[in-house]
T-cell receptor
Framework: DGGITQSPKYLFRKEGQNVTLSCEQNLNHDAMYWYRQDPGQGLRLIYY???????QKGDIAEGYSVSREKKESFPLTVTSAQKNPTAFYLC??????????????FGEGSRLTVL | KQEVTQIPAALSVPEGENLVLNCSFTDSAIYNLQWFRQDPGKGLTSLLLIQSSQREQTSGRLNASLDKSSGRSTLYIAASQPGDSATYLCASGGDSGGYQKVTFGTGTKLQVIP
């Protein structure tokens, strides 16, 4: 079945370590997104990518990095520079390109806990 | 900057009741409005997408309406069931410097009591 796969589902990190969250989609979507969700807050955009080899910072990009080498994949690295990385991370994708938003589909999320 | 608000933050209703969830947004220049469901510890599941040219969309017991002029959308759930218990989020899709941007509300946590 088509969908978005995020891994790992749970991840524990020691302070000072970088970690990478995986996001793979087989929906043939052009645009992919990373969001962060904290209790009591709406989803906040970290990074987004409209096409391969292109990505843009979202509202809270500091301490994060991404790559988009393949259409299907959009990994997120949480670096040691991110001061408060404990959160639920959600990857999403949509069919539409610039200037139009199509239906947004989400993965199951990855919960990162810093020890 | 677009702001999306959902009131109330939590709602508890008896099974079988019809209910309405509210979503308001500050910038009416949107491309679409999407409603999602989120179960605890899970990702978001798309329920309904309303394009800016549409007034409403229906799927089973769910009906979503959009009034761009007033900056409001509602999600109507008919004959609620305990399985409808979840957090419901709305999100507006719009333009941000030539790129698509989606702005989320903080959600309404619904509990349907058997």
């Amino acid at each position: 079945d088509g969908g978005i796969t995020q891994s790992p589902k749970y991840l524990f990190r020691k302070e000072g370590q970088n970690v990478t969250l995986s996001c793979e989609q087989n929906l043939n979507h052009d645009a992919m997104y990373w969001y962060r969700q904290d209790p009591g807050q709406g989803l906040r955009l970290i990074y987004y990518s409209q096409i391969v080899n292109d990505f843009q910072k979202g509202d809270i990009a500091e301490g994060y990095s991404v790559s988009r080498e393949k259409k299907e994949s959009f990994p997120l690295t949480v670096t040691s520079a991110q001061k408060n990385p404990t959160a639920f991370y959600l990857c999403a994708s949509t069919t539409r390109g610039q200037r139009r938003t199509g239906e947004l589909f989400f993965g199951e999320g990855s919960r990162l806990t810093v020890l | 900057k677009q702001e999306v608000t959902q009131i109330p933050a939590a709602l508890s209703v008896p099974e079988g009741e019809n209910l309405v969830l509210n979503c308001s947004f500050t910038d009416s220049a949107i491309y679409n409005l999407q409603w999602f469901r989120q179960d605890p510890g899970k990702g978001l599941t798309s329920l309904l997408l309303i394009q800016s040219s549409q007034r409403e969309q229906t799927s089973g017991r769910l009906n979503a309406s959009l009034d761009k002029s007033s900056g409001r959308s509602t999600l109507y759930i008919a004959a609620s069931q305990p399985g409808d218990s979840a957090t419901y989020l709305c999100a507006s899709g719009g333009d941000s410097g030539g790129y698509q941007k989606v702005t989320f509300g903080t959600g309404t946590k619904l509990q349907v009591i058997p």
